[in-house]
């Protein structure tokens, strides 16, 4: 499916109903453009003779309909008397003033039967109609131009963007320019601007870089690390027989991320329940085996060989998935769901992440809870939805017990760590009270005290959660086997220092923690593994 007639229905739509279009006139109507079963003028004039557009020209209310779509000035041109409204319909539908001898030619529809919305049919229809769309008219910019200068303060923004850079405007964007009017700024000078701009330039100079070509014969260039990982994706797709719309996402990260991600795997089957969801991680390939067997994520794909940024990534996607879920903690969605206000109102920590983190509890509300809030997946799913299939454990312990764990696996993760004197203390009463504490991580992790059971480097992470399900509960630093708990329902009591309860700690979860500062994430000292308070 190629994006450029995927993104001309979305903006053809976009402009005649003010709308975006549902996923399945997407889908529907590339198919045709793809199958040449019409042209692009075609669908133009089909979208504007079909019965949902008829429906609407009867309406009288246009309150509800966008001022700077199409179907709001042909509403109201249809309003006007016979020979006003052939006229302004001329100069809607041609972009020009019917001049005398013109209207000399559509005389005869104002001497016959026709109703308005039969003449309306006609010009539609009409072999000028469509002859327009090969001959561009170099006044076409400037119209356009004069129509979004009309529009109110909010409308004019969003139609700027949508028409110099082909987007939605970004929240930190809307609130510059909003301020620009604000202060009496003209709009033209807001206009100039964003066509003066980078992203402008660079969108000009990748669609002109081969102008000697028709624009349908341009293809995307890629690397050969993009063409791999194309190739992958596609023969994944091929494989399952996953149709476009499947929702890929994309996660990298420790143990707990890829917990983390569970909740928007559900909530995607939730929402779009025939849609296939996999999930592409880069980093952390160790961890992929928490995701595998799992109810609500179809396929994983490995993107760590081919090295690529998230943005490469998302190049390399045009047209073989419909959307992609770039899930940090403030997430963004890259396809045809739009994102949340939420996260536009919050794309600075989505930009900088990961330096953000250390503002990630201004929030007040559990980081699963942030991302589902960002893609507008809020009702679909919350923060207790982490869920892992766990495996059968390769031998049971006799006997209650609880998982014991004061390693997170990274060097900065010495942040988080409890002293021996505070584990020895601890490991001592829950053996007078007749609880074995069972030390699960790898080899390489430190060993608590000579009294735990030492399953160190012993179990797959799935039969770690395994363990954790037949537990007790687990007891330890924040960290990937706290979040695996709660993935299987095992209860946790959880010591916070350097990371946010607020934010990391789930309802449920029994929180130890002094509260001496706040917690130091992603500083200079956090980057080499010292408490900022010595």
């Not at 990371?499 to 130890?512: E, I, M, Q």
Request: charged content about 25%; glycine content about 6%; proline content about 3%.
């Amino acid at each position: 499916m190629c994006k450029n007639e995927y993104d001309f229905v979305k903006q053809l739509y976009h402009n005649i109903f003010g709308t975006a279009p549902t996923l399945t006139q997407i889908q529907m109507d590339t198919e045709k453009l793809q199958n040449k079963s019409t042209s692009k003028v075609g669908l133009i004039q089909n979208v504007l003779l079909s019965e949902e557009i008829l429906a609407k020209l009867n309406q009288t209310n246009t309150s509800k309909i966008p001022e700077f779509s199409v179907l709001n000035r042909l509403i109201n041109i249809l309003k006007l008397d016979r020979k006003d409204c052939i006229n302004e319909l001329y100069c809607e539908l041609f972009d020009g003033k019917l001049e005398q001898n013109e209207f000399k030619n559509h005389a005869r529809l104002l001497d016959s039967d026709l109703s308005k919305f039969e003449i309306y049919k006609s010009f539609i229809n009409s072999s000028e109609f469509s002859d327009q769309f090969n001959h561009h008219s170099s006044l076409n910019c400037l119209i356009l131009i004069r129509r979004i200068m009309k529009l109110p303060d909010e409308e004019f923004i969003h139609e700027a963007y949508q028409e110099c850079l082909d987007r939605e405007p970004d929240s930190w964007g809307f609130n510059y320019y909003s301020e620009y009017l604000n202060n009496g700024i003209d709009r033209i000078e807001i206009i100039r601007e964003i066509l003066s701009s980078n992203e402008t330039k660079e969108k000009l100079y990748s669609r002109t870089e081969k102008r000697d070509k028709p624009l349908q014969d341009i293809e995307i260039s890629y690397s050969s690390k993009q063409l791999k990982f194309r190739k992958d994706v596609e023969t994944l797709l091929k494989k399952h027989n996953f149709p476009f719309e499947t929702n890929m996402i994309f996660k990298g990260g420790g143990l707990g991320d890829f917990v983390q991600t569970t909740p928007i795997a559900k909530a995607l089957k939730a929402k779009y329940p025939e849609y296939p969801v996999v999930v592409a991680f880069k980093g952390g390939y160790e961890f992929k085996s928490v995701l595998e067997d799992h109810p609500y994520i179809d396929a994983m794909i490995d993107c760590r060989a081919n090295d690529l940024s998230f943005s490469e990534i998302e190049k390399s996607l045009e047209g073989l998935v419909e959307n992609i879920f770039d899930v940090l903690y403030v997430s963004r969605a890259y396809g045809s769901l739009k994102n949340s206000q939420f996260a536009d109102d919050n794309y600075w920590h989505y930009e900088f992440f990961p330096s953000s983190i250390c503002r990630i509890d201004d929030f007040n509300m559990h980081v699963c809870d942030v991302m589902l809030h960002s893609l507008g997946l809020e009702q679909y799913a919350d923060c207790n939805d982490v869920l892992v299939t766990p495996d059968e454990v390769p031998e049971k312990i006799p006997g209650d017990y609880v998982v014991v764990c004061n390693s997170v696996g990274s060097f900065q993760g010495q942040l988080k760590e409890w002293t021996n004197e505070e584990w020895d203390e601890l490991i001592k009463w829950l053996n007078s009270i007749g609880i074995i504490p069972v030390q699960l991580g790898t080899k390489s992790d430190k060993l608590l005290h000579s009294s735990v059971m030492d399953l160190r480097g012993t179990t797959t992470l799935r039969q770690a959660a395994g363990y954790l399900k037949l537990s007790r509960g687990y007891i330890g630093v924040e960290g990937g086997l706290f979040h695996l708990s709660k993935a299987v329902g095992a209860p946790a009591v959880v010591i916070f220092s350097s990371t946010f309860s607020n934010c990391l700690a789930y309802p449920d979860t029994y929180v130890v923690t002094k509260n001496i500062c706040r917690p130091c994430l992603w500083n200079s000292y956090w980057l080499e593994a010292k408490c900022i308070r010595g």
